[in-house]
């Protein structure tokens, strides 16, 4: 990350002297380079170019070396309570941008809305906010256009967690009903299961262990088919077939 930000530095002050947009004494504007991040993990990169560089500090080539550092915002690194008590328009930010819940995030929709209320005079800033807010909520809202306007915006996701809420309760209750039927028929199998050996047990005495490692791999369909043969096999080989 610290070669990849002297790039976008070098990129823009080149850009600056093509376009012949440099002060009159033709100095560089400064730039103050922020990484945000929000990934899971936290942030271990290096920050300056230096510790980039195959080169001891006291090696006479030092001093040619190019220098450049970065500032990171690890959104992560900020507990949520800490982020909770600012009443600020980034802490929100911070907070839709690590929240998994679209329930939780249009509350923050709202909490968002609610500063622009009160820090009128914010209209840029609120163009620029919508864009940042507009790429979070993409993912929850896949093939569906995302709204230009903040209100509208969270409107949309409100409609969106209600079927979503929806979705998951109908889901949540076929897997359910999957798990009872599944359990009865695991049930039913380990019932087939022990009566089987018990049969096999009363008529050819202790049973190797190939034969219990077949019957317990057995489905509840090849275990009745043991059952049946069980009445008139010579042997337990006939049985396990």
């Known amino acids: 990350m ?3 930000v002297l790039v976008y530095a070098s990129l823009l002050w080149q850009h600056l002297v093509n376009e012949k947009r440099l002060p009159p004494d033709g100095r560089l504007p400064p730039i103050l380079p922020v990484v945000l991040y929000n990934g899971d993990r936290r942030w271990a990169a290096p920050l300056a170019l230096h510790e980039l560089v195959g080169l001891q500090s006291a090696s006479p080539l ?13 959104e992560g690194a900020f507990p949520e309570d800490d982020l909770a008590g600012r009443d600020a328009l980034l802490a929100l930010l911070f907070r839709l ?8 995030a249009v ?9 622009f209320r009160r820090h009128p005079g914010f209209e840029r800033v609120r163009s620029v906010f919508v864009d940042m807010l507009r790429a979070i909520l ?12 903040l209100l509208e915006m969270r409107n949309m996701l409100a409609t969106r967690v209600e079927a979503w809420q929806q979705q998951r309760q109908e889901g949540e209750q076929r897997a359910e009903q999957r798990g009872e039927r599944k359990g009865r028929q695991e049930g039913r199998q380990e019932g087939e299961a022990s009566l089987l050996l018990r049969q096999l047990e009363r008529r050819f005495g202790v049973l190797p262990d190939w034969a219990r490692d077949r019957i317990a791999a057995a489905d ?9 043969r069980v009445l008139d096999a010579g042997s337990l080989e006939d049985v396990l077939a």
């Open 220 to 228: 509840t369909a090849a275990l009745e088919d043991f059952g049946l």
């Open 2 to 4: 610290a070669l990849r």
């Open 107 to 115: 509350v923050l929709t709202d909490a968002v809305l609610a500063w």
């Open 97 to 104: 941008e690590s929240s998994p819940d679209p329930a939780q």
């Open 62 to 74: 030092w001093q040619w070396q190019p220098a450049m550092r970065y500032q990171i915002v690890d």
């Open 138 to 149: 993409a993912p929850l809202a896949p093939g569906v256009r995302v709204p230009d306007e």
